[in-house]
């Protein structure tokens, strides 16, 4: 890759995630800030970047639309969409959509909940294996190979006390998770969110999605999010089949009380 394209990639991330001054974006690309304006006048040119009213640099309105119309094609956010806008109005709760893609789980789609305050994910960002109950449920399903594979970068770091810091104990939990039907997020990158996730099947019978309904612990604790797993299992169900899964609705073999 050229340097003149890498710099430019960088520039648009970097803005992306906040606004920027001329400086921020020329000591981030350790560049003098007549070399750095030039980069962003062409960028801005292309409607990748625009220049807000304070000076600094933001995303362009080129790259919002362009982003839109990579999310359009995604064929599986736009047949699941509809769904995911029902069980977010339904329960009030975040609702998010992820996907295997290589070796990673990534959100491909998410609805915002009633009074939804702040949290890290976004969509296109990847779901952190050892917190995220959506890349846990995605990830429990797979065979031991590609498994493997997603543990090969995890990183397991410590958020909260009860985020799974070890190898094994994500090992457990994804046993865990396969053999209820459901994968949980116990406060385990914010300790205020908690989050229940289930598997969506596609036409092949491989879970290559899931969806996961994520809650203020204050608003609804884990034993409220479980007492809803037959809303969330439906919602699944509905998408699997839009997918083209042929299969039917699987009952966990493990009770409520068993967890």
Not at 99 to 125: C, E, F, P
Not at 164 to 185: K, M, P, S, V
Not at 196 to 220: F, K, M, N, W
């Amino acid at each position: 890759m050229s340097q003149t394209v890498a710099r430019a990639i960088d520039v648009v991330t970097l803005v992306s995630l906040a606004s920027r001054s001329l400086g921020e974006v020329a000591d981030h690309l350790k560049v003098h800030k007549s070399t750095a304006l030039r980069l962003l006048q062409t960028l801005e040119e292309g409607g990748f970047v625009r220049r807000l009213g304070d000076g600094r640099y933001g995303m362009g309105f080129e790259l919002i639309a362009l982003g839109q119309i990579a999310l359009d094609q995604v064929e599986a956010r736009s047949l699941a969409h509809a769904h995911l806008q029902g069980l977010a109005s339904k329960t009030g709760h975040t609702v998010h959509f992820g996907q295997l893609i290589g070796n990673q789980v990534i959100y491909i789609d998410k609805v915002d909940g009633h009074g939804t305050v702040a949290m890290g994910s976004r969509i296109g960002l990847t779901a952190k294996i050892n917190t995220a109950s959506v890349a846990k449920a995605i990830a429990a399903y797979q065979s031991d190979s590609v498994r493997a594979k997603l543990l090969v970068d995890a990183v397991f770091e410590r958020y909260t006390r009860t985020t799974l810091a070890t190898r094994q104990e994500l090992i457990d939990d994804l046993d865990r998770t396969r053999a209820r039907g459901w994968a949980e997020d116990d406060g385990e990158y914010e300790e205020y969110i908690n989050c229940i996730a289930l598997p969506v099947y596609d036409a092949r019978g491989s879970v290559t999605y899931g969806i996961s309904i994520t809650a203020l612990r204050a608003v609804a604790s884990l034993d409220d999010l479980r007492g809803q797993l037959p809303l969330f299992r439906d919602v699944a169900h509905h998408i699997s089949q839009n997918l083209g899964w042929k299969g039917h609705e699987w009952t966990p073999p493990n009770s409520l009380k068993a967890i």
